[in-house]
């Protein structure tokens, strides 16, 4: 490659003018690989290899500049890559990641789709479906600088619960806490604002207009179209029903589906609550004692 073969150093974009789309691609240098990235480079897309050398902490250090995707092949080392991907999903959450796997078990895949990750591609994966998945990506870094999301100070947390106590409860105690707070009474309304807002994390409830609602909302932020850009949003699930999805369904075939990032009942002990909110987002979360 032409390229200096580097991580990209993290940095600010000097005005408004938008920074160059690029791509940090961790993968062997192959025949496959090699057309890929011309091809790529032919539609004006910056594009790194990340070298063998480089750290977890590196890698993820460079996407945390704008308009970067990170592209892993897990046919090299499927344990580096697997720990690079949790690493970006936790410490750079809005760079979307691709991730390329030959045959994945369907244990593998569950947790790579669990983690948020932007699209699984199955190899061999053409050109051209590389080519759309990164226009998507691209897509999806844009919108999400023209409404700040990426560099806002305070996270933004959305309640999706038609419970009206338990909502005006919890977003007292997360404003307190220095989030900023938005609520919805449905999974019509909540989907909608997800559109809308961008934002952070969920807080879902399970019962609201009908008994799966809460089900349909985790379901289609994580697999449904129109919401690709939206993936990497966690998701807290709060019911009052005792059993979490992935225990009350496990003999079902797509559980997966509406499997949430974490699970708690009510009524919610405060102290965990926060705990798992910080832990979604990748903050220093306190200890809890139990």
Same mark, same amino acid.
């Given at each position: 490659?032409?390229?200096?073969?580097?991580?990209?150093?993290?940095?600010?974009?000097?005005?408004?003018?938008?920074?160059?789309?690029?791509?940090?691609?961790?993968?062997?240098?192959?025949?496959?690989?090699?057309?890929?990235?011309?091809?790529?480079?032919?539609?004006?897309?910056?594009?790194?290899?990340?070298?063998?050398?480089?750290?977890?902490?590196?890698?993820?250090?460079?996407?945390?500049?704008?308009?970067?995707?990170?592209?892993?092949?897990?046919?090299?080392?499927?344990?580096?890559?697997?720990?690079?991907?949790?690493?970006?999903?936790?410490?750079?959450?809005?760079?979307?990641?691709?991730?390329?796997?030959?045959?994945?078990?369907?244990?593998?895949?569950?947790?790579?789709?669990?983690?948020?990750?932007?699209?699984?591609?199955?190899?061999?994966?053409?050109?051209?479906?590389?080519?759309?998945?990164?226009?998507?990506?691209?897509?999806?870094?844009?919108?999400?600088?023209?409404?700040?999301?990426?560099?806002?100070?305070?996270?933004?947390?959305?309640?999706?619960? !038609?419970? #009206?106590? @338990?909502?005006?409860?919890?977003?007292? $105690? /997360?404003?307190?806490?220095?989030?900023? %707070?938005? *609520?919805?009474?449905?999974?019509?309304?909540?989907?909608?604002?997800?559109?809308?807002?961008?934002?952070?994390?969920?807080?879902?409830?399970?019962?609201?207009?009908?008994?799966?609602?809460?089900?349909?909302?985790?379901?289609?932020?994580?697999?449904?179209?129109?919401?690709?850009?939206?993936?990497?949003?966690?998701?807290?699930?709060?019911?009052?029903?005792?059993?979490?999805?992935?225990?009350?369904?496990?003999?079902?075939?797509?559980?997966?589906?509406?499997?949430?990032?974490?699970?708690?009942?009510?009524?919610? !002990?405060? #102290?965990? @609550?926060?705990?798992?909110?910080?832990? $979604? /987002?990748?903050?220093?979360?306190?200890? %809890?004692? *139990?």
């Amino acid at each position: 490659m032409s390229r200096s073969e580097q991580v990209p150093e993290p940095q600010q974009p000097d005005g408004p003018i938008a920074p160059a789309e690029r791509v940090c691609l961790v993968a062997d240098h192959t025949p496959a690989w090699e057309q890929m990235i011309r091809a790529l480079e032919d539609e004006d897309v910056d594009c790194r290899w990340v070298p063998a050398t480089a750290t977890t902490a590196e890698v993820v250090a460079g996407l945390q500049r704008c308009n970067v995707v990170l592209i892993i092949d897990l046919a090299p080392d499927p344990v580096r890559g697997m720990t690079l991907l949790t690493t970006a999903r936790r410490d750079a959450p809005g760079a979307p990641v691709v991730v390329v796997a030959h045959d994945p078990s369907i244990e593998l895949a569950r947790r790579i789709r669990l983690s948020g990750v932007f699209y699984l591609a199955l190899d061999p994966v053409s050109s051209e479906e590389m080519h759309s998945v990164l226009a998507s990506a691209f897509g999806c870094l844009g919108r999400k600088r023209a409404d700040t999301s990426m560099c806002r100070a305070k996270r933004r947390v959305l309640i999706i619960d !038609d419970d #009206a106590d @338990f909502a005006a409860s919890t977003t007292s $105690l /997360l404003e307190s806490e220095g989030y900023v %707070v938005s *609520t919805a009474r449905n999974a019509k309304e909540g989907l909608e604002k997800v559109l809308e807002e961008s934002p952070d994390l969920l807080v879902l409830d399970v019962m609201m207009e009908h008994d799966s609602a809460g089900y349909q909302v985790n379901q289609a932020l994580k697999y449904g179209p129109g919401f690709e850009c939206f993936r990497h949003i966690p998701i807290l699930m709060v019911s009052s029903i005792p059993i979490d999805p992935a225990s009350r369904f496990s003999m079902a075939g797509d559980v997966d589906m509406i499997t949430p990032n974490a699970y708690l009942t009510k009524p919610v !002990d405060v #102290a965990r @609550f926060l705990h798992e909110i910080r832990a $979604l /987002l990748g903050e220093q979360p306190d200890a %809890v004692t *139990t």
